[in-house]
């Protein structure tokens, strides 16, 4: 009984000394030597090999930051380290502060710890830095930090001047001045809906603003690609010389019209940096299109601040990628002939296959060749095949006997704002459990731009006749 209690007592004692125990990883990244005494900029001042560092931080003002309530993080460059600034960033006051602040971050940094972490930071000029390990962007950090009341010092052994950001390069560069001179000008003047005034609001909630209101201008990539300022995201951005860019827009316009070369740019951009080392053969654009790149045909790269850019001599999309089928869903409706009741249906189904789908039904609403409208925009000039899957008599639905619905299309041609022209494109039969696609026909759009499609019921108000059923329409494309 004594040796059972003396393993007792021996095993609490263990586990009770196990539960004190620092996890390694917290017991590394604890910081220690802090003093207490002096502030980040006194702590910079004082080291002799910082003081080229030092000088540039009070000669801009942030030795006032530094010396403030706030924590800061300061990755200085060594004396030597700056002996080959460019002469041009001393000499411009505007440039060295935006030096010195490419170094400093508003808050304790204490890690990554290990080669493998990686850390992005903030910068107080609205920048981030990657910390990898010991690396600062490309310079090493010697030793430690030396930590102090309100941050932490930092030496590294070069400097890390400012980058451009992606728009920034775009917009100084001359290699592609095509396309450079394309993106510049696809803006607008919209309203500055954060600081005009707010007077009402229309019958469809959307507001109603003060007589001249503010404007800003709005460039169409920010917002139909990607905004290429923001530092907090990364990309990988093409560039295609004069000759590339006019030849690829040149193979679209036949499809795009007047958007051919919107075609064309809103598929240079993709998600992440890639640098030469990690560019593969292919890459997704932002719409998910094949980016095909060839190596050899990149005649420059930059490291910007918020990923990469790559100038091209070419860049060959195929045109199945450039000019791709699309679907309409039938539970995305743009709006409807009659007042919507609880007659429409949004559903979540099974299948023959046991695969969900949703579709609409519209059943039982009285309205005589009610019908269903959808909008789809940026529709290619192309002959297309039209499939269409409708499933009635699924469990649960009360439309079993088969119906007919017509498809009209708006032609643009002989429509006016006042008396609009839909065409019939096509008369389906829609059977009970029939699970697979119809071919509706094929379909060539009269100009590039917007599908306006009505899915109609009968000419009728009866139950079961009039009904209106939808999974999807499938638009394939048949290209030469």
């Not at 981030?128 to 941050?151: L, M, P, Q, R, S």
């Not at 450079?180 to 229309?202: K, L």
């Not at 002959?383 to 708006?410: C, E, H, M, S, W």
């Not at 009728?460 to 030469?480: A, C, G, K």
């Amino acid at each position: 009984m004594k040796k059972y209690i003396l393993n007792t007592l021996f095993i609490l004692l263990t586990a009770f000394g196990l539960t004190g125990c620092k996890d390694p990883l917290e017991e590394h990244n604890e910081v220690i030597n802090v003093d207490n005494t002096i502030d980040v900029f006194q702590k910079l001042a004082a080291q002799p090999n910082l003081s080229k560092f030092s000088e540039y931080v009070r000669s801009t003002g942030y030795d006032q930051l530094l010396s403030s309530s706030q924590n800061y993080s300061v990755w200085a460059p060594t004396n030597d380290a700056l002996a080959g600034l460019d002469a041009a960033i001393v000499a411009d006051p505007a440039k060295l502060k935006e030096f010195v602040a490419n170094h400093i971050a508003l808050t304790t940094v204490t890690g990554p710890q290990t080669a493998n972490d990686t850390l992005k930071v903030a910068l107080i000029n609205k920048k981030y830095a990657t910390i990898i390990g010991n690396k600062f962007e490309d310079a090493t950090v010697a030793g430690k930090g030396a930590f102090v009341k309100n941050g932490v010092v930092y030496s590294i052994n070069q400097a890390v001047p400012s980058r451009l950001n992606i728009w920034e390069y775009m917009l100084g560069s001359t290699d592609a001045a095509a396309q450079t001179a394309y993106i510049s000008t696809i803006t607008a003047q919209v309203i500055d809906s954060a600081n005009a005034t707010i007077i009402g609001y229309d019958n469809l909630g959307a507001p109603i603003f003060a007589p001249n209101p503010p404007t800003v201008s709005r460039n169409a990539y920010w917002t139909n690609v990607a905004d290429l300022r923001v530092e907090n995201q990364q990309y990988t951005f093409f560039m295609l010389q004069d000759g590339a860019f006019n030849s690829e827009a040149a193979k679209l316009t036949p499809y795009f019209s007047f958007s051919d070369k919107f075609a064309l740019v809103r598929d240079l951009t993709v998600k992440g940096l890639f640098t030469p080392d990690q560019l593969p053969d292919t890459l997704l654009s932002l719409r998910g299109v094949k980016i095909p790149i060839s190596k050899s045909a990149i005649v420059k790269s930059y490291r910007a601040s918020n990923g990469m850019v790559y100038v091209m001599s070419a860049l060959p999309f195929r045109l199945k990628d450039k000019v791709s089928g699309f679907k309409i869903e039938g539970e995305n409706p743009s709006s409807f002939r009659a007042i919507r009741t609880a007659n429409t249906f949004y559903r979540l189904k099974l299948d023959d296959k046991g695969i969900q789908y949703k579709d609409i039904e519209v059943y039982n609403h009285g309205v005589a060749e009610n019908y269903i409208r959808y909008l789809s925009s940026s529709v290619p000039l192309v002959k297309y095949k039209v499939y269409a899957r409708a499933i009635a008599g699924n469990t649960g639905d009360a439309q079993v006997a088969a119906f007919t619905q017509r498809y009209f299309i708006l032609n643009p041609l002989t429509s006016t704002i006042d008396a609009p022209v839909y065409d019939l494109f096509a008369t389906q039969t829609v059977n009970p459990l029939n699970y697979n696609e119809v071919y509706l026909g094929d379909y060539s759009p009269k100009q590039y731009g917007l599908l306006d499609l009505r899915l109609t019921a009968a000419n009728s108000t009866s139950v079961n006749v009039n009904t209106l059923i939808l999974d999807y329409l499938r638009f394939e494309p048949i290209l030469p």
